[in-house]
Each structure stands twice: as C-alpha cells, then as structure tokens.
T-cell receptor
Framework: GDSVTQMEGPVTLSEEAFLTINCTYTATGYPSLFWYVQYPGEGLQLLLKATKADDKGSNKGFEATYRKETTSFHLEKGSVQVSDSAVYFCALSDPFAGGTSYGKLTFGQGTILTVHP | DADVTQTPRNRITKTGKRIMLECSQTKGHDRMYWYRQDPGLGLRLIYYSFDVKDINKGEISDGYSVSRQAQAKFSLSLESAIPNQTALYFC??????????????FGAGTRLSVL
C-alpha cells in the first residue's frame, strides 16, 4: 500500500537558517503530494501541493518539488522565522486509487520544527 | 467562525464511559473524516464518509463508531473508553469531486484523556 516517510525530528534551527525536511513516498499509482503544517494548538492546514512530476508547490516562502525519479517531495525554505515553529506533515493522495486507498490521504509521522531567535 | 468546528476541545473521562466527539462544517463538503494523532505516529484514519449514506472504516476503527447525521455533521463515539484511546482527535472535510477532493480541511482538534 501507499506510505510516506519523513526525516526524523525534531529539527531545531536559528532564525534565518536554511530548512530542509525530507519526505519520500511509496505509491502504486500517480499520487498528488502535499505538505500540511500544524501550529501549536491548531489543526492541520495545507501549506503547499503538487499534482504531477516536476511540479513545484510554493507558499509562504516554502517550496517542494515533486521528484518522481527519486519518489521524493522535500520541503525547503531559505530563511526560517520563529513563527515557522510547528509540526510539518508530508502526505499523499492517489486520485486514481481504487479499493481501500480511494479518497484518502496517507500521512508521514510529522517533523517538529523549532526556530530560535 | 471556523469552517470545521469540533466540540468539545478538551475532555477528560474515565475508563468504561461512553463519549461522543462532534464535528460540524460550513464548507458544504460531502466528504468527512475522523483521525487520531499520537506522538511519533502521525495521523491515522478512524472512519470516513463520502456522503450521508456512505460510511467506511479506516485503518483503526476498532473501539469506535460514527454517525453522519447530516451533510454538515459527523460524530465519533467511543462506546467504552479505554486509556489507550487517549489522543488528539481531528475531524476533516473535503470536496466530493474534482482535484480538490484530495485537499482536506481540518478542525482544531479534541484532546481526549481517558483515565
């Protein structure tokens, strides 16, 4: 079945540092890929997405490129801020999946990011 | 007002008690989901519903039941709560068709403690 693996956390950075959170996936079809962010005390919200190979999703200075050849969707930001401290989830959904995968998101385990001033 | 509202936000209960978590949405979405979040495990799907008459078990449905009372309401029940059901519970919604059906919108969560 489909699966998502994120880099082990937690990640601690100083403000203005470069961020990379690795995400790789396993899927039988052609999934759409997502990054969700969960700020303290809140639910998850969509950060960015990509629906086909070589697509780049971007939002709030974050970027991720859909790499089919390496089955990866790594999240990057050039200069993090304290306000970026949150839990980040990589996820996939296969719009063409049948059976038990239909219409569902598969999440990675989440990566806690803490940014210090 | 939030588009996806969960009540209560926090709940403490005792082993063996029946408890209901409620979710309502104003987004007009057909699809609704219940997840639980445990540290280091990400989100795991409990139940999902594609419309009022279509309810499906997720990967960890044992010990839980759901009711889709209307398009806007989806409740999760723990018939006899046990301590390992202590977790953060999320409701989510999504559109029923098109590419947008893969984008889910989450409530703020219910933190449940079973003593």
């Amino acid at each position: 079945g489909d699966s998502v693996t994120q880099m082990e956390g937690p990640v601690t950075l100083s403000e203005e540092a470069f961020l990379t959170i690795n995400c790789t996936y396993t899927a039988t079809g052609y999934p759409s890929l997502f990054w969700y962010v969960q700020y303290p005390g809140e639910g998850l919200q969509l950060l960015l997405k990509a629906t086909k190979a070589d697509d780049k999703g971007s939002n709030k200075g974050f970027e991720a490129t859909y790499r089919k050849e390496t089955t990866s969707f790594h999240l990057e930001k050039g200069s993090v801020q304290v306000s970026d401290s949150a839990v980040y989830f990589c996820a996939l959904s296969d719009p063409f999946a049948g059976g038990t995968s239909y219409g569902k998101l598969t999440f990675g385990q989440g990566t806690i990011l803490t940014v210090h001033p | 007002d939030a588009d996806v509202t969960q009540t209560p936000r926090n709940r403490i209960t005792k082993t063996g008690k029946r408890i209901m978590l409620e979710c309502s949405q104003t987004k007009g979405h057909d699809r609704m989901y219940w997840y639980r979040q445990d540290p280091g495990l990400g989100l795991r799907l409990i139940y999902y519903s594609f419309d009022v008459k279509d309810i499906n078990k997720g990967e960890i449905s044992d010990g839980y039941s759901v009711s889709r009372q209307a398009q806007a309401k989806f409740s999760l029940s723990l018939e006899s709560a046990i301590p390992n059901q202590t977790a953060l519970y999320f409701c989510a919604t999504a559109e029923g068709s098109g590419e947008a059906k893969n984008i889910q919108y989450f409530g703020a969560g219910t933190r449940l403690s079973v003593l």
